[in-house]
């Protein structure tokens, strides 16, 4: 059964990262996609120029208006800009704990501009405590939030476990700028598990909004959390292996190029 979900992050004109992403992921992935936009970007595949904010009164009406009528099961989080939107979307959070909630902590762009205005950065996992199902930082954004170095694997578990237990929510840090071989770490609040993935030899705009929405998609489908990333890991993987050059050597998903690829197994 299709479902309806809302991706509340930034709208990048090229389409390669945010809210435009989400909804093709969505889409690709059998559910419904709605937006709710946080910002607006200028800025190419390969570099963001300038930020411009929604206010926080905004972001609510469009949510508040959008679920009048619609029912949703699902909200990922993505880019929220300042500290007033981080508080507004954490009460949106707040008051939809029975839905899947995966929160992506968008800290900066790979170019190194701002995408959260730094008073909010020590302040986020304050904000959205026990509020989500899931978080996804990458090493930059575990090691601010964590507040300690992350380059490997097992400062990837530290981190991880620390962010859960400021956070009380499990903890995916994602690894895509390990030296070496790949890996995932999640830390659930009892154990650890790692998803291994090739590396390839590209890189490629908004691989984390990508697997922060895929993921969604598989919770709400009602698949375990461990489940749900692992598929979600792999579906990144087969998506980057279809992307397009964007110049200046970075990489763009093209999710027309993946219609007719061997589907997942059915959930067991």
């Given at each position: 059964?299709?479902?309806n979900?809302?991706?509340?992050?930034?709208?990048?004109?090229?389409?390669g990262?945010?809210?435009l992403?989400?909804?093709?992921?969505?889409?690709r992935?059998?559910?419904?996609?709605?937006?709710?936009?946080?910002?607006v970007?200028a800025?190419?595949?390969?570099?963001?120029d300038?930020v411009?904010?929604v206010?926080?009164?905004?972001?609510?009406?469009?949510?508040?208006?959008?679920?009048?009528?619609?029912?949703?099961?699902?909200?990922?989080?993505?880019?929220?800009?300042?500290?007033?939107?981080l508080?507004?979307v954490?009460?949106?959070l707040?008051k939809?704990?029975q839905?899947p909630?995966?929160v992506?902590?968008v800290?900066?762009s790979?170019?190194g501009?701002p995408?959260?205005?730094?008073?909010?950065?020590?302040?986020f996992?304050?904000?959205?405590?026990?509020?989500?199902?899931?978080?996804?930082?990458n090493?930059?954004?575990?090691?601010?939030?964590?507040?300690r170095?992350?380059?490997?694997?097992?400062?990837?578990?530290?981190?991880?476990?620390?962010?859960h237990?400021?956070?009380?929510?499990?903890?995916?840090v994602?690894?895509?700028?390990?030296?070496?071989?790949?890996?995932?770490?999640?830390?659930d609040?009892k154990g650890?598990?790692?998803f291994?993935?090739?590396?390839?030899a590209?890189?490629?705009?908004?691989?984390g909004?990508?697997l922060?929405?895929?993921?969604?998609?598989?919770?709400?489908e009602?698949?375990?959390?461990?489940?749900?990333?692992?598929?979600g890991?792999f579906r990144?993987?087969?998506?980057?292996?279809?992307?397009?050059p964007?110049?200046?050597?970075?990489?763009?998903?093209?999710l027309?190029?993946?219609?007719?690829?061997?589907?997942?197994?059915?959930?067991?």
């Amino acid at each position: 059964m299709t479902k309806n979900l809302v991706s509340i992050a930034g709208w990048d004109p090229s389409a390669g990262a945010g809210t435009l992403l989400d909804l093709r992921v969505f889409e690709r992935l059998g559910q419904r996609g709605f937006g709710v936009l946080t910002a607006v970007t200028a800025q190419s595949p390969q570099r963001v120029d300038r930020v411009f904010p929604v206010t926080a009164l905004a972001v609510t009406g469009q949510f508040g208006r959008l679920t009048e009528g619609i029912a949703i099961a699902g909200i990922k989080v993505g880019m929220l800009a300042t500290w007033a939107n981080l508080r507004a979307v954490a009460r949106i959070l707040e008051k939809n704990g029975q839905l899947p909630r995966v929160v992506d902590p968008v800290l900066r762009s790979s170019s190194g501009a701002p995408l959260l205005e730094k008073k909010a950065w020590p302040r986020f996992l304050d904000a959205v405590e026990g509020r989500a199902d899931l978080i996804t930082p990458n090493l930059d954004e575990a090691a601010a939030l964590a507040k300690r170095p992350v380059r490997n694997v097992a400062e990837m578990r530290l981190a991880a476990e620390k962010i859960h237990s400021k956070s009380g929510i499990p903890c995916l840090v994602k690894g895509g700028h390990l030296e070496g071989p790949i890996a995932d770490i999640l830390f659930d609040g009892k154990g650890f598990s790692a998803f291994a993935r090739p590396r390839l030899a590209r890189d490629v705009h908004g691989t984390g909004c990508f697997l922060s929405s895929a993921i969604l998609c598989y919770l709400a489908e009602g698949r375990p959390l461990k489940e749900a990333c692992g598929l979600g890991v792999f579906r990144v993987g087969q998506a980057m292996r279809s992307a397009v050059p964007a110049g200046g050597g970075r990489w763009v998903f093209d999710l027309s190029r993946e219609r007719g690829r061997v589907p997942l197994p059915p959930r067991a």
